[in-house]
C-alpha cells in the first residue's frame, strides 16, 4: 500500500470509531504515559495540540503543567520547512487555530523553547508500524525537526488502530523510540530510553 492508502485507511478507521471510545482510550493512553520513567523524570515535554480523530492531547498538556514540567507545542514555519517550538503556560489563552488545516499553534507572543537534549518529544502521526516509523501529515515537518534533536526520547502517541505493518520507509524517515497505544507500550529501539 501507499503511505496515501494507508492514511485514508486509517483516517476512514479513525472517524469510524464513537468519540466517547477514542476519548477512553485517550485516557488511557495519558495513563501509561504518566507512569513512563522517562516521561516521569522529563522536566521539558514537547507536545502537540490534537486534532478531531486524533489521540487527545490536551489533558495531557494540562496535567503536565500541573506538575510542574516545561511544555513546548510546535509552531510550522512553512516558509523554511520547519518546526519551532515555542513555551506553553495557559494552552485556553495561548493557542489559536491557523489555517488551512485549523490546527491549534502557540501565539507568537509565546517565547521560543530552545530544545534540552533531555527533551521528550510526543510526535504525531496517522499510522505506526512496531518498528517506530509513522506517516505523518505529508510534510516532513517532524522528520527535519528529529535530526536536530538526535538524543530526545520521542514517543508516538496512537490508537491500536493506527498500528500498520506495511509503512514504506524512506532515507528521511526518523522513527520514534516508542508508541503508546491504550493497550500497550512497544519498544522500537531498545538500546534508547529504556524506561
Known sequence: MTKAEIRQQIR?????LPPEVRMQASAEIQRRLFEFDPFAQATTVLFYASTPGEVETMPMIERALA???????????????????????DPERQLAPVPPYGIPEPTPACPELPLPEAAMVIVPGIAFNTSGYRIGYGAGFYDRFLDLAPLACRIGLALELQLHDEIPVGSHDRPVYWIITEKRKLRCHPQLHTG
Do not use: C, N, Y
Open 67 to 89: 506538575e510542574g514540567k516545561q511544555v513546548g507545542l510546535p509552531v510550522a514555519v512553512a516558509a523554511e520547512h520547519k518546526l519551532i517550538f515555542r513555551r506553553v503556560t
Open 12 to 16: 476512514a478507521l479513525r472517524e469510524a
